[in-house]
């Protein structure tokens, strides 16, 4: 396989309601156009993982950017940063969905960009993807990576007050197709949870494809942790890029100048 170039780089961007947030933006250095990936990021924080997973779409072909949806918190750093929203109680959907639309805009102005934008999330960010493919415009394909608390609204005043509604409950207004990867193991999302997930998609008629893996549970692309899986991480890379290669582009891997082994 001959070199790839990429170029990867923190950035400053608008966000919601016009805030200056941090982003890490990651992209090809071939001719391009590439499509548009928006990665949002875990409950852990804006991390060296999420950076990590930005950078492998970017080798794959796309131009991503990941938001830091923590990045008002101020503290210093992803934990301290995921501490403070934890203790607010979690993250504001209305501010959330805001930096990401934000994000979306960001794409679509960049002059190599394909005029195609996928999202992707892990954990919270699952959620926040789903929530996103249904009260957002603009995605033409939507991954959802074993995000918890699609069907619930938090129990607590002050978190009902920052998630006031499940994102379930935006099924209907879905337009795009979902890719959802879950562990069989989890317990958020749990089986019965992902179950409860797709009667709802089904139940709209929304294009989707899930796939569930024995023997793994949350967090199992996270290789720094004890939860990665590796027969599960590689099988389910491999779904998302022949998810977005449908969606996106057919010959995104060609214009990166990506050979095949």
Known sequence: MPYNGLIAE???????EGDQIDAYLARPLGAGPFPGVVLIHHMPGWDDASREMARKLAYNGYACISPNLHFREGQGSSQ???ES???AGGMP?????GDVAAAISVLRSLPYHNGKVGIIGFCSGGRQVYLAAGTLDGIDAAVDCWGGGVNQVPEGELERSRQPVAPIDY???ISCPILGLFGNEDARPSPADVDEFEAALKQHGKEYEFHRYDDAGHGFFAVDRPSYRVHAAVDGWDKVFEFY???LSADVREAAGVADN
């Open 245 to 247: 290669g449908r969606h």
């Open 80 to 82: 301290a940063n995921s």
């Open 85 to 87: 929203v934890r203790n």
């Open 10 to 16: 923190t950035v400053n961007m608008s966000g919601h």
């Open 171 to 173: 099924t209907a207004g």
């Open 93 to 97: 959907d209305a501010r959330t969905m």
